[in-house]
């Protein structure tokens, strides 16, 4: 059994928005170019919704669950629970962390965070990663908030915490280093594999400088 920190490596977080080409042949390429953990991000313009959304992320499921790579639903908790998703992740704007700790039970937690308070909150209330960013420029998500580069990271290992950490947000080949250099356990990208042209080669060369940075 992998631990969480393993898991984290290299996590690639990916909606139908995200791709321009059908995401189930996008998240088999990643997983052979070595993903080890997957988020269903189904938001933003054109997200499917309902019956849609649901057929959708138990396809990437099934794909998943064939290579051994936990899925994890981003946000919606009920879904997550009815698929047996492995894990939830939410942002500071969703359901409180207890409330999803409780529903939840033993599947993962994940909890986006922006400074070293919602980070010990949310180890407080029973996370088991949290994501810290944007740690570059994103195009992906509009609402980001400021960058805060790998600093944040080093700061709050400074202080003590030890939890697992992902960095996310603009981390492209090149940026992996700093990231992880600065007491990150993996990095979380979406477009950087979503819309590389193979994302196989996206994948593996990530994971060449992940490894590398060791
Ligand atoms: N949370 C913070 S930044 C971000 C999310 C979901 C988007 C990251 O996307 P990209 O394409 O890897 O910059
Ligand atoms: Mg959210």
Do not use: W
């Not at 195009?139 to 080093?154: E, H, N, Q, Y």
């Not at 992880?180 to 819309?195: F, P, Q």
């Amino acid at each position: 059994m992998n631990t969480v920190r393993d898991m984290l490596k290299l996590y690639f977080v990916m909606g139908s928005p995200n791709c321009t080409r059908n995401p189930r042949q996008v998240l088999k390429e990643s997983i052979d170019g070595g993903v080890t953990l997957f988020q269903l991000r189904e938001k933003g313009h054109g997200a499917l919704q309902g019956e849609e959304k649901r057929q959708l992320a138990k396809e990437l499921q099934a794909i998943c669950k064939e290579n051994n790579v936990p899925f994890i639903v981003n946000d919606d908790v009920d879904l997550a629970i009815e698929l047996q998703a492995d894990g939830v992740h939410i942002g500071q704007e969703d359901e409180p962390i207890d409330a999803v700790k409780t529903k939840i039970g033993s599947m993962l937690l994940g909890v986006s965070t922006h400074n070293i308070e919602e980070a010990l909150l949310a180890i407080e209330k029973g996370a088991d990663y949290i994501g810290v960013g944007p740690m570059y420029e994103t195009k992906t998500k509009s609402d980001a908030r400021d960058v805060m580069g790998p600093l944040m990271i080093k700061n709050m290992r400074s202080e003590g915490i030890e939890i697992p950490i992902v960095g996310i947000g603009g981390i492209s080949l090149g940026k992996v280093r700093d990231v992880m250099n600065a007491g990150s356990d993996g990095v979380a990208v979406v477009s950087a594999i979503s819309l590389a042209n193979s994302a196989k080669d996206a994948a593996e060369e990530l994971m060449n400088e992940i490894r590398s940075s060791d």
